[in-house]
């Protein structure tokens, strides 16, 4: 055999059948030997069956690895372990690298930068010796054209040639990493909007209304934990229907807005919020509520400010309007009448002034709780501004009308006391009727204020209803103080003078100043027909401005002419007196023109003085010590107290003409002017009787010791060119 197989013979392989029909491989040297002198043939058989069948499994091997090696789009490479020498790269290291097996192949990984942080490679090698392997690992490598991709390697050590290398698998995972992260990402986002949301989020499922989930917003919300939400329904929080007839509706659109609902809270109360449902899929649905309890405070506060006063808290005009429209409806649907009071405090303004603000406030509080008090649920007390209120009376006709403004200002001569004074107050009203005085509200409104005018005129604490003739009054009123504004500017006013004789003897020792409106239409205009309408606004106070001029310019121009003046005595309103800067004025105009301040002498009337403010008991002392004179005009007519009066530095008391008018018939006149008489001098002021047209007027004063008189006995009130006759 030893022989046969060192001869070299020639082999041939063949299959041979057994006996028992197997089929094995052999291989088959034979041929001729010599040995020991001899020739053989020889035949030498090896079966060699397994050792065929071990290098078929090994090719099959083989070419699957290389087929799988060259097919893979996985990167393959085997790379010596000692300096990461690439000994074999696959088509897909290719593929993936963008490196040429050629480019590869004797050089290093690290060489060719694969390794885009080469600190994973480090950390390769060590995994490979502590744990013998290295699976799925992350790590970036660098591409030929530079870009940097995410790789997912394996790597196994393997034996080549007796050198230690690696085998290294890698997937590039750039795409999939990165959809990953977007979604892991994107939910992150949603979990923090989840969490972090304002609005409630519930995830409740829709079939049986649980909550799966809740968000913070909606543990604020209900008043509930997370934890606890999850054991409920829908319907065991929410108190409003419409969100639980929803619940496993399928066929809900993208998102419902629900509108209000109310999360009952179990520690008692409730939150209001705006819910919407948001379905996800068949199982479960959104719900996204918005918390709008302080909102709706704040709506309902703001719409309260809109519609109610917040001093008095009763409806304010605007809610009035829509009151009187509705209440206007119904009246003319069944034929009823219906009545607007328009109420004003008389003298508020001075009150005000008087006590301070907040006094007059807590007077306009207590005036409203008073005019509430009086009247029918029904009825609707409103206050339309300032110390203006209005009632509005459905059902009610003239009768019953003034009726309750009778109650109104019977109700109001109980004092009022409001933080520690105790204050007399009284109101007009002014009354007008649907459908008589007009047919809408504004109409009503205005024809009532009206009325209320007309009662102020007429000296307040009444009522009176509206009839039309006092619109055309007010018409006038109007057109009075337009005209009368501009003919202040225009030059049209003038100073009439009227003298005052002392009467023992009828020296002239004053005069009275008196106002004319030259008007270019009208001509000569007695002050009744304007300075009533000036006193209702500012305009007074430029007038009687205006007269102050006036007086001291005359009388220094008398002055200048060598005239010897006796005392001018000028009207002056309430509404001056309350000016700070009246002595200021007075002063500064006597000044200008030199005048010695005995000249002037301010008239005011009682009524004005009625009106007065502490501050105006002020200003008339500032004028006193400027040495102005202060005389009391139609004295009698109001109802001034003695001791009051006595406070004040007046300097001369007028007794009003309509008592001197009757002095000779009627002897309680006479009583009354005497005590008049008696009473100034009592308080040592000089008396002046006004309107002095008879002798016996006159001889009946003088013998009641009456000092002085003004009258067209006397004189009646001229122009300055005229007044000239009387001086000397
Ligand atoms: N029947 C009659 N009347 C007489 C007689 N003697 C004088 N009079 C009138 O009586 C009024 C006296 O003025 P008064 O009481 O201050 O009453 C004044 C005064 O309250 C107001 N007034 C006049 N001028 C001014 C002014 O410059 N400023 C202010 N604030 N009011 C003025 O207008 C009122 C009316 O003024 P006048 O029409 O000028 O009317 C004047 C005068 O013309 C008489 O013997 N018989």
């Given amino acids: 055999m030893q022989l046969a197989l060192s001869a070299d013979l020639p082999e041939r392989e063949f299959k041979h059948r057994l006996a028992s029909g197997e089929v094995r491989n052999v291989q088959v040297y034979n041929g001729p030997v010599k040995g020991g002198g001899l020739s053989f043939l020889c035949w030498v058989v090896i079966d060699i069956t397994e050792r065929k069948q071990a290098e078929r499994q090994l090719r099959q091997s083989e070419e699957k690895f290389t087929k799988i090696f060259q097919t893979t789009p996985n990167v393959v490479v085997i790379s010596r372990m000692t300096d990461a020498v690439l000994l074999e790269v696959n088509p897909g290291f290719e593929a993936v690298t963008g490196y040429s097996?050629?480019?590869?192949?004797?050089?290093?990984?690290?060489?060719?930068?694969?390794?885009?942080?080469?600190?994973?490679?480090?950390?390769?090698?060590?995994?490979?010796?502590?744990?013998?392997?290295?699976?799925?690992?992350?790590?970036?490598?660098?591409?030929?054209?530079?870009?940097?991709?995410?790789?997912?390697?394996?790597?196994?050590?393997?034996?080549?040639?007796?050198?230690?290398?690696?085998?290294?698998?890698?997937?590039?995972?750039?795409?999939?990493?990165?959809?990953?992260?977007?979604?892991?990402?994107?939910?992150?986002?949603?979990?923090?909007?989840?969490?972090?949301?304002?609005?409630?989020?519930?995830?409740?499922?829709?079939?049986?209304?649980?909550?799966?989930?809740?968000?913070?917003?909606?543990?604020?919300?209900?008043?509930?934990?997370?934890?606890?939400?999850?054991?409920?329904?829908?319907?065991?929080?929410?108190?409003?229907?419409?969100?639980?007839?929803?619940?496993?509706?399928?066929?809900?659109?993208?998102?419902?807005?629900?509108?209000?609902?109310?999360?009952?809270?179990?520690?008692?109360?409730?939150?209001?919020?705006?819910?919407?449902?948001?379905?996800?899929?068949?199982?479960?649905?959104?719900?996204?509520?918005?918390?709008?309890?302080?909102?709706k405070v704040a709506r309902q506060r703001i719409e309260h400010l809109a519609y109610y006063d917040v001093l008095t808290g009763l409806p304010n005009r605007a809610l009035l309007a829509q009151r009187a429209e509705w209440a206007l409806a119904l009246a003319m649907r069944h034929g009823q009448e219906l009545a607007v009071l328009f109420l004003d405090v008389d003298h508020f303004k001075e009150v005000n002034d008087a006590l301070g603000h907040s006094e007059g406030d807590a007077l306009l509080a207590e005036v409203a709780v008073r005019l509430r008090a009086l009247v029918r649920a029904a009825d609707m007390v409103c206050r339309i501004g300032g110390d203006e209120f209005v009632l509005l009376l459905p059902d009610t006709a003239q009768q019953g009308a003034l009726q309750v403004a009778d109650k109104v200002l019977a109700a109001f001569r109980e004092p009022y006391k409001v933080t520690g004074h105790v204050l007399n107050v009284s109101v007009s009203i002014g009354i007008a009727l649907y459908p008589r005085d007009g047919a809408d509200f504004n109409d009503l409104l205005k024809n009532a204020d009206t009325a209320l005018y007309r009662v102020k005129q007429q000296g307040r604490n009444a009522c009176l209803s509206y009839d039309r003739e006092m619109n055309a009054a007010t018409l006038e009123r109007l057109m009075v103080e337009r005209d009368l504004r501009q003919a202040i500017g225009a030059g049209q006013l003038r100073a009439y003078y009227q003298p005052k004789v002392r009467l023992s003897d009828r020296t002239v020792i004053g005069a009275e100043a008196l106002v004319r409106w030259q008007h270019p239409e009208r001509g000569l205009v007695p002050p009744g027909q304007f300075i009533p309408v000036a006193e209702t606004s500012d305009l007074i106070v430029e007038l009687g401005d205006w007269m102050l001029e006036e007086v001291c310019r005359q009388i220094a121009d008398w002055q200048a002419r060598g005239w010897v003046v006796p005392t001018v005595s000028v009207n002056l309103a309430a509404r001056h007196f309350r000016l700070p800067k009246l002595v200021e004025r007075v002063g500064s105009l006597l000044q200008a023109y030199g005048l010695a301040p005995r000249l002037l002498e301010l008239e005011i009337t009682e009524s004005t003085l009625l009106e007065v403010s502490s501050q105006t008991t002020e200003t008339l002392r500032a004028l006193e010590q400027l040495g102005v004179g202060l005389a009391l005009d139609d004295f009698g007519t109001g109802y001034s107290s003695l001791s009051y009066l006595k406070r004040l530095p007046l300097t001369a008391l007028k007794i009003d003409q309509s008592f001197v008018r009757d002095l000779v018939a009627d002897s309680d006149d006479r009583t009354l002017a005497a005590t008049i008489v008696t009473l100034g001098h009592y308080m040592d002021l000089v008396v002046v009787a006004e309107g002095v047209e008879t002798e016996e007027q006159r001889s009946i004063l003088f013998e009641q010791g009456c000092d002085l008189a003004q009258g067209y006995l006397f004189g009646r009130p001229v122009p300055a060119s005229e007044f000239i006759g009387w001086l000397t």
């Fill in 101 to 295: 097996r050629m480019e590869a192949i004797g050089h290093s990984t690290l060489e060719l930068g694969l390794w885009a942080e080469p600190a994973d490679r480090e950390r390769m090698v060590a995994d490979l010796h502590l744990y013998g392997q290295v699976l799925y690992q992350l790590f970036n490598f660098r591409r030929k054209d530079g870009t940097v991709r995410i790789g997912q390697m394996s790597v196994r050590p393997i034996t080549l040639n007796d050198e230690s290398c690696v085998l290294f698998v890698m997937q590039d995972v750039t795409e999939s990493q990165q959809s990953e992260r977007e979604l892991r990402a994107s939910e992150e986002r949603y979990r923090l909007l989840f969490e972090r949301s304002h609005d409630a989020i519930f995830v409740i499922d829709r079939q049986s209304g649980r909550y799966l989930a809740a968000n913070r917003a909606a543990e604020e919300l209900t008043g509930r934990t997370a934890a606890d939400l999850v054991q409920l329904t829908v319907a065991d929080v929410v108190t409003t229907e419409p969100s639980q007839r929803l619940l496993g509706n399928e066929e809900m659109p993208e998102r419902l807005p629900l509108g209000e609902v109310r999360y009952r809270r179990p520690a008692g109360g409730s939150r209001t919020a705006l819910l919407s449902l948001v379905p996800v899929n068949d199982a479960i649905m959104f719900g996204i509520a918005q918390d709008i309890t302080e909102i």
